[in-house]
Nanobody, 124 residues
Framework: QVELVESGGGLVQAGGSLRLSCAASGTRYRSLVMAWFRQAPGKEREFVATISWNGGSTAYADSVEGRFTISRDNAKNTVYLQMNSLKPEDTAVYYC?????????????????WGQGTQVTVSS
């Protein structure tokens, strides 16, 4: 079992920045693929970004490409999502997800472990 705890959400004005963190604990896996998803009010949860077990490969949703950066520190069992140039449409609950493996997936069904989510609100 892997426990994921997100932090760093909050209220920010459009054009501002936030950095989300996701700390993993309880893992006995040698490698974990990590990802961020988000769910806006009234919408389905959608893929945001994913990072391979060693940080060597990343992928982003088109809507955040060039504005968001996913990274990880395996010594701290933590993955980050740096969000710049935030827009009101980025408002959502952001979820961290993980699965044992090497490379990420854009499909939420591929992930076995989920955090509780952290709220990000971008005001116009």
């Amino acid at each position: 079992q892997v426990e994921l705890v997100e932090s760093g959400g909050g209220l920010v004005q459009a054009g501002g920045s936030l950095r989300l963190s996701c700390a993993a604990s309880g893992t006995r896996y040698r490698s974990l693929v990590m990802a961020w998803f988000r769910q806006a009010p009234g919408k389905e949860r959608e893929f945001v970004a994913t990072i391979s077990w060693n940080g060597g490969s990343t992928a982003y949703a088109d809507s955040v490409e060039g504005r968001f950066t996913i990274s990880r520190d395996n010594a701290k069992n933590t993955v980050y999502l740096q969000m710049n140039s935030l827009k009101p449409e980025d408002t959502a609950v952001y979820y961290c997800a993980a699965v044992a493996g090497l490379r990420g997936s854009r499909s939420q069904g591929s992930y076995d472990f989920w955090g509780q989510g952290t709220q990000v609100t971008v005001s116009s």
